[in-house]
């Protein structure tokens, strides 16, 4: 039996609401072949810990990666570990954000230069840099292979790095299956500019998009950025049609599964100083389409998924067995068994906190520790109830419910199921104590 191909294609800070015809009409063409997943989550809204959940199947605080600038542990092998030995070729393309270490008495930093091979997740081929965003802007910057040869690129960066997937395409060996990861930087801000960089000649063009309700009642910057926000993902989506052109002309589309999600959302500074970092619908429901294998016949699937869910199901995509390790759902599997349905989705935050929450299908329950950020721990013994959202009456998340008398018995119900969802990822039961005060937003 011929091996399947595998292209999981990754954008950076992508809110789930922008995937429409507007904007994004290759990726909803490729939804109407596959499965939409109107209600997915990411499991940790931080770039390098998405990041390193995906590589590894376990949870941030499981790995190790709980914040930004730690690297991918040894002891965990990677995606490309497995599908190495399952006798596929790898590639990594684009933004790793695995390599260099913040933490004390490691110090490799390689946020600019060339990544040292042992750190690259056993990738056999790699066209990229460790921090995209620190070797490039908008347009033109510069990446390195996989031998740490610096390779500049002109042009926006979204098309350059897709160009490098195209050329894998071209000059990979046509006897074994691939699985190539291309992990754009876009539509994520530009951090030494403090702006989103859209691709120039369609900015204009979405200048009257209309804002997110989510957005719209709160204090941010999405007035001002959220044009280039949009023109970055529909120039993303422009590539995304180069790459399916690609594989057409190649003669293997059909034997091709492509998977589009983002690590995580954009809330525009409406809820805490920066982009995300927070429990909110805007942070952390991110789009997931997946066309091929049984991922078929343009439904829409609307029951919960995690960011976590991926590493088993690209394994289960290609035929490897899951480790036992692995904290996600199979969701090739979980489609035809209503057992594994999810009935939560549990996030853990970093940075701006150190916070933990869940998602059900109609609420999202937020604790968080007494620090002012997260930076001070990544890990509590005792947490304050933060936020409480009822979804159902109000999706757009305007009303804190967590001292409302009226949900005390759904807080302690979310209670319940949050300890449960921490202790399943090998965190030890904290106490759980009432909000000290009423929180914002």
Known sequence: MKQTNI????????????????????????????????????????????????????????????????????????????????GYQTAYIGKWHLASDRLPNIGLHCEKTAIPKDRLGEYQYFRGADVL??????????????????????GYRADCINDYALEYLDNYDRSKPFFMFVSQLEPHHQNDRHTYEGYKPTIE???????????????????????????????????????????????????TVIVFTSDHGSHFKTRNPEYKRSCHESSTHTPLIIKGGVFNGGKREKRLSSLIDLPPTLLSLAGIPIPNSYMGVDLARQRDNTENKRDCVFIQISEAS??????????????????????????????????????????????????????????????????????????KKPVILPAVTTRRK
């Not at 965003?133 to 002109?154: I, Q």
């Not at 001002?224 to 049609?241: C, K, L, Q, T, V």
């Not at 199921?417 to 090998?426: G, S, V």
């Open 205 to 255: 063009k979405f200048k009257d998009y209309p804002i997110p309700p989510d957005l719209s009642f709160l204090q941010g910057d999405y007035n001002e950025m959220y044009p280039d926000y949009i023109s970055a993902i529909n120039r993303i989506d422009y590539n995304i049609g180069k790459l399916v052109n690609k594989l057409k002309e190649l003669d293997i589309y059909d034997n």
């Open 133 to 154: 965003e620190f070797t490039s802007h908008g347009y033109d910057g510069y990446v390195f292979d996989e031998n740490g040869n610096r390779l500049d690129f002109k």
């Open 354 to 427: 150190n916070s933990r929450a869940i998602r059900t299908e109609r609420y999202k329950y937020e604790v968080r520790d007494a620090a002012l950020t997260g930076y001070a721990h990544h890990k509590s013994r005792v947490y304050f109830e933060n936020y409480l959202y009822d979804l159902e009456k109000d999706p757009n998340e305007k009303n804190n419910l967590i001292k409302n008398s009226k949900y005390s018995s759904v807080r302690r119900e979310m209670k319940k199921i949050l300890l449960e969802q921490m202790e399943l990822a090998q965190e």
């Open 7 to 86: 292209i999981f294609y990754f954008t950076d800070q992508q809110r789930w609401d922008t995937v429409n015809e507007a904007v994004m009409p290759n990726v909803c063409s490729l939804a109407e072949e596959g499965v939409w997943f109107e209600n997915n989550f990411t499991c940790q809204p931080v770039c390098g810990p998405a990041r390193a959940c995906l590589q590894t199947g376990v949870y941030a605080t499981q790995c190790g990666c709980y914040w930004n600038g730690i690297a991918l542990p040894n002891d965990r092998p990677s995606l490309a570990h497995y599908f190495n030995n399952a």
